[in-house]
């Protein structure tokens, strides 16, 4: 009689996992992407970063044009930065100030979002891109 039982509750539970599935794969998927584009982003902005370090480091003398500047740091972003399509790359502003001795580089960079844009095809609008900016000072010589 408990084999009979066991049997017919087996056949009941048969489905149960691929609903189960079903209803969590989405979840998953989410929640995988939106870890990706977080890291991602934050690795835009490490790169951002750096770059503005490197236009500081190459404007540090007093002598040293702006265009200078502004080309070492879009040099070392250009190859780094992770962007998605093709030629998608560009810095919006690099700013150098010189200032008391002091030459501070900024960096803007706006990150289009990949994952959030296939949610305007369900007709959500969480915003397309992330500023993401970087400032580093440096006491020129």
Same mark, same amino acid.
Do not use: C, H, W
């Given at each position: 009689?408990?084999? !009979?039982? @066991?049997?017919? +509750? ?14 969590? &794969?989405?979840?998953? &998927?989410? !929640? ?9 982003? %934050? %690795?835009? @902005? ?27 740091? %879009?040099?070392?972003? @250009? ?28 960096? +803007? ?6 994952? &959030? ?12 891109? &992330? ?9 020129? !010589?």
């Amino acid at each position: 009689m408990r084999s !009979l039982f @066991k049997s017919r +509750n087996q056949e009941n539970q048969r489905g149960v996992a691929a609903v189960e599935f079903a209803i969590v &794969l989405p979840l998953l &998927l989410i !929640l995988f992407a939106g870890i990706t584009e977080f890291g991602i982003a %934050y %690795y835009n @902005k490490q790169v951002i970063t750096n770059a503005s370090r490197e236009g500081a480091r190459a404007g540090f003398s007093t002598d040293t044009p702006n265009s200078d500047i502004q080309e070492a740091a %879009y040099n070392y972003a @250009k190859d780094r930065v992770i962007t998605f399509g093709a030629n998608n790359f560009s810095l919006q502003d690099i700013t150098p100030n010189r200032e008391d001795g002091y030459i501070t580089v900024t960096v +803007n960079f706006n990150y289009t979002y990949l994952i &959030l844009a296939g949610f305007r095809f369900f007709g959500a609008d969480f915003g397309q891109t &992330l500023n993401i900016r970087a400032s580093t000072t440096m006491e020129m !010589l």
